[in-house]
């Protein structure tokens, strides 16, 4: 599986982005699929993953009530919906594929990774 994640951007704090995550080569129906991030200086942390039928979805506490994750098997893409952001959300932003019906919450779970697209949040 291939992916790429888009939709990185500058933006005010309150503000909102929506990020996708476009898979090629391969379907991702048989994939759970979570976002990670990763600020500089720090170690790649989870956000939110969903469940490859889109009925679970887990979120870190820090963007619980404010980022939600969801998919398109359809269209083979992932999506996170980001609201009310804060500074503190300010990284690289990754997707991530791992073959299996669970959510998945731990970067070595993970088997497929996208490149980063970066979100900064001002002040």
């Known amino acids: 599986v291939q992916l790429q994640a888009s939709g990185g951007g500058l933006v005010q704090a309150g503000g909102s982005l929506s990020l996708s995550c476009a898979a090629s080569?391969?379907?991702?129906?048989?994939?759970?699929m979570g976002w990670f991030r990763q600020a500089p200086g720090k170690e790649r942390e989870f956000v939110a993953a969903?469940?490859?039928?889109?009925?679970?979805?887990y979120y870190a506490d820090s963007v619980k009530g404010r980022f939600t994750v969801s998919r398109d098997n359809a269209k083979n893409t992932v999506y996170l919906q980001m609201n009310s952001l804060k500074p503190e959300d300010t990284a690289a932003y990754y997707c991530?594929?791992?073959?299996?019906?669970?959510?998945?919450?731990?970067?070595?779970?993970?088997?497929?990774w996208g490149q980063g697209t970066l979100v900064t949040v001002s002040s």
């Open positions: 969903i469940s490859r039928s889109g009925d679970s979805t």
């Open positions: 080569r391969r379907t991702i129906s048989n994939n759970g």
């Open positions: 991530a594929a791992k073959e299996g019906k669970y959510v998945y919450t731990g970067p070595r779970d993970y088997n497929y």
